[in-house]
């Protein structure tokens, strides 16, 4: 059974940092893509990034690239979102998410909400003074 618990949110200042765990079971890395996800209040689900199955490419939302970076630990199964930079407009909760049927995203893929099966329950980022 497939299941993705995220962790690391936070309340964080802006230009600060946050680290968002993944933690994957009932699949291995080598065999899924695993998209990051958010939701600001009132606002559609929207992709911020994803990784292959073997981590051999990635994709970016735009406003992120450069602040954010999305990295595995294969030997942990788990899947990490590196949040630099932070700004007040990060502020949502992220979610991660996978499907058997996907396995791979790069930087002319951008994720669909729709396409992902199993998602994690989520975890709230908040950027503010």
């Known amino acids: 059974q497939v299941q993705l618990v995220e962790s690391g949110g936070g309340l964080v200042q802006p230009g600060g940092s946050l680290r968002l765990s993944c933690a994957a079971s009932?699949?291995?890395?080598?065999?899924?893509?695993i998209g990051w996800f958010r939701q600001a209040p009132g606002k559609e689900r929207e992709a911020v990034s994803c990784?292959?199955?073997?981590?051999?490419?990635?994709y970016y939302e735009d406003s992120v690239k450069g602040r954010f970076a999305i990295t595995t630990d294969k030997a942990k199964n788990t899947v990490y979102l590196v949040m630099n930079r932070l700004k007040p407009e990060d502020t949502a909760v992220y979610y991660c998410?996978?499907?058997?049927?996907?396995?791979?995203?790069?930087?002319?893929?951008?994720?669909?909400?729709?396409?992902?099966?199993?998602w994690g329950q989520g975890t709230q980022v908040t950027v503010s003074s």
């Open positions: 998410a996978t499907d058997r049927h996907i396995y791979y995203c790069d930087s002319d893929y951008e994720p669909i909400v729709g396409d992902f099966g199993s």
């Open positions: 009932g699949f291995t890395l080598d065999d899924q893509a």
């Open positions: 990784v292959s199955g073997g981590g051999e490419s990635t």
